[in-house]
């Protein structure tokens, strides 16, 4: 293998495996992104289906005790015609029927949602286990990347650290393909299981009809919500893989109309301003300054407690600038960078993603006087 001792091969080598090192790089962002969120709707609705499974046992325990004294009444008055009559019979048969049946759909119900929170809790723990491994592979592939772009001179001194780089990269492609392939089956884990819970409705509709036709239509009305919810959840998949709205419609338009909800929806005074010639930009830049200005937001809510941001961009030929300023409460850039957490990981995420488009990311930031955050990315 003689061509890996010429500098030029060398160079392109090493420019291929960065380039598919940032685009691995920026999958797996998306993909733990993707199943943070997932994360956090199936945890919410795990603990919605938990207290919901509570309530019914409740109720059923009780209507049991209910159940079983109508039972006892039955048996009483039907031992001794001579003490009652046939419309007291008659009565306590029908109390009784009337309970049992009510009994059977409340146990029908607790079934359904001890089966719809034990998919839930596997879907969690196998979103958990998928989230920590995307995350450790996040950081894995910053590692090489800084290597990679760090030690790209006197290459001819340094031949066997690339032939192991280069089976680096291709190892790291291929691992990053395996986590693909592993959110498609959570992906399809997910609407699998709500379609068996639509199925095993069916089911119990069926069999409803023979012991109690009334309740059927009200049966088949909760079974259309159900099947109206699941659509909802696929959409919201297929929504949350990719922000569409900027391929229909460009970085200005997008961000024009995230900040405009995000006004509205924290009830946070934000301004988007533009500067310069509106023109699309690569797809791959478009999502990694949208995230950026996402994260950077979502920032501000959690923890600044500011009441007013600006966000502003100015579009030149060869460059685009990016500010993002808040009148929040500030903090120590240095220290917060060194600590572990959440908010440390958000600023890590921005920086990452302006270092894979060759571009600055710089804080400026003090207790008590707010956060300016600026990004400057070459077009």
């Known amino acids: 293998m003689k061509f890996l001792f010429d500098p030029s091969v060398l160079d392109k080598i090493i420019s291929e495996t960065v380039t598919y090192i940032e685009k691995s790089q920026e999958q797996i962002y998306d993909i733990a992104e993707n199943a943070r969120k ?25 209507l049991n005790i209910r159940e079983k004294r109508a039972r006892y009444r039955l048996m ?29 759909a409340l146990r029908g119900q607790e079934q359904l949602l001890r089966y719809k929170r034990d998919n839930l809790e596997r879907n969690l723990r196998r979103l958990r286990d998928m989230l920590e491994k995307a995350e450790n592979m996040m950081s894995h592939l910053g590692v090489v990347l800084k290597y990679l772009t760090k030690h790209m001179a006197n290459l001819s001194t340094r031949i066997e650290e690339l032939m192991q780089i280069q089976q680096l990269g291709i190892n790291i492609i291929k691992a990053q393909e395996e986590e693909r392939k592993r ?19 069916a089911e119990y509709i069926l069999k409803l009809m023979d012991v109690d036709p009334q309740n059927v239509r ?18 919201k998949i297929i929504f949350d893989l990719r922000p569409m709205v900027l391929d229909d419609l460009g970085l200005v338009p997008a961000l024009n109309r995230y900040i405009e909800d995000y006004r509205k929806q924290h009830q946070i005074n934000a301004e988007f301003i533009f500067f310069g010639k509106q023109e699309r930009l690569s797809p791959a830049t478009e999502v990694a300054l949208f995230r950026v200005v996402q994260e950077a937001l979502n920032n501000v809510h959690k923890h ?28 120590d850039p240095n220290l917060v960078e060194q600590s572990i957490n959440r908010e ?24 008590g006087k707010g956060t300016s955050i600026t990004v400057t990315v070459p077009v």
Do not use: W
């Open 183 to 201: 959110v498609a089956r959570e992906i399809h884990d997910g609407p699998a299981q709500l379609l068996a819970n639509i199925v095993m409705r």
């Open 218 to 235: 009200k049966e088949l009305v909760a079974l259309q919500e159900l099947v109206r919810q699941s659509l909802q959840d696929v959409r």
């Open 38 to 62: 997932e994360y956090a709707y199936v945890n919410n609705e795990l603990e919605e289906v938990k207290k919901s499974v509570a309530q019914l046992i409740d109720r059923v325990d009780k």
């Open 304 to 331: 600044a407690r500011a009441k007013q941001v600006l966000v502003k961009m100015e579009q030149l030929n060869n460059k685009i600038t990016i500010m993002i300023k808040d009148d929040g409460k500030g903090f």
């Open 76 to 104: 009483e008055v039907s031992r001794d015609f001579t003490c009652y009559s046939e419309e007291d019979i008659k009565k306590a048969y029908d109390t009784a029927q009337k309970l049992q049946l009510e009994l059977a």
């Open 344 to 367: 440390c990981y958000g600023l890590i995420n921005m920086r990452e993603r302006v270092q894979i488009l060759r571009g600055e990311f710089k804080i400026s930031s003090t207790p």
